[in-house]
């Protein structure tokens, strides 16, 4: 029973457009989530994250939503660049004295020029 | 700082054999992680440690797996008796244990032939 889902494989979007990427969670106990781009042959590289408390955070072009009623939250990257295609991650924890990441199965995003 | 490393990079295996992966945490981090990745899925938790505690262990890590960190810096995990279905990346993360984000190796690839 997979807890954290990214429903779309990939994603295709123009350069300098909005890309937007979901995720949804069915454990209400979740209480931070993270967001990680891969590139082939590298590890997860940390992007953005957002406490449950929280309903938005942002870092430069990257903002990170949370709809906790739904159990829904989505990245958005504006403007996109080339140098964004990559994995994308959504991941959940639990917190408290464990913290070990909960992750999704990816949305590959192609940023075409 | 100079980040998570992982050595090998890379792993080709007979069936049969036993394998040990090592992992150096970023200094100041007292929590490591060891996941597993396959081809399409994301990350999945294998097992942690704070310190040299091992703390939790996923019902993924047979008995034929063993991790240790004997003086709370690096990491080892070893494989027993490799069979075609261990194939996968293995990578290493760690964080601060007041931390949600956790920072990644470039991961282990092990392929058992």
């Known amino acids: 029973d997979q807890q954290v889902k990214q429903n779309s494989p990939s994603l295709s979007v123009q350069e300098g457009r909005i890309s937007i990427l979901n995720c949804d969670y069915t454990?209400?106990?979740?209480?931070?989530f993270l967001w990680y781009k891969k590139y082939p042959a590298e590890g997860p590289t940390f992007l953005i994250s957002?406490?449950?408390?929280?309903d938005k955070n942002e870092d430069g072009r990257f903002t990170v939503f949370l709809n906790k009623s739904a159990k829904h939250l989505s990245l958005h990257i504006v403007p996109s660049q080339p140098g964004d295609s990559a994995v994308y991650f959504c991941?959940?924890?639990?917190?408290?004295?464990?913290?070990?990441?909960?992750f999704g199965k990816g949305t590959k995003l192609s940023v075409k020029p | 700082d100079t980040g998570v490393s992982q050595d090998p990079r890379h792993k080709i295996t007979k069936r049969g054999q036993n394998v040990t992966f090592r992992c150096d945490p970023i200094?100041?981090?007292?929590?490591l992680y060891w996941y597993r990745q396959t081809l399409g899925q994301g990350p999945e938790f294998l097992t942690y440690?704070?310190?040299?505690?091992?703390?939790?262990k996923s019902r993924l890590l047979s008995d034929r797996f063993s991790a240790e960190r004997p003086k709370g810096s690096f990491s080892t995990l070893e494989i027993q008796r490799t069979e075609q279905g261990d194939s996968a990346m293995y990578l290493c993360?760690?964080?601060?244990?007041?931390?949600?984000?956790?920072?990644f190796g470039p991961g282990t690839r092990l392929t058992v032939t």
């Open positions: 991941a959940a924890s639990f917190g408290g004295s464990q913290g070990n990441l909960i």
């Open positions: 993360a760690s964080t601060r244990d007041t931390s949600y984000e956790q920072y």
């Open positions: 957002i406490s449950s408390i929280k």
């Open positions: 200094s100041e981090h007292n929590r």
């Open positions: 440690f704070q310190n040299e505690a091992q703390l939790e």
């Open positions: 454990n209400s106990m979740f209480d931070y």
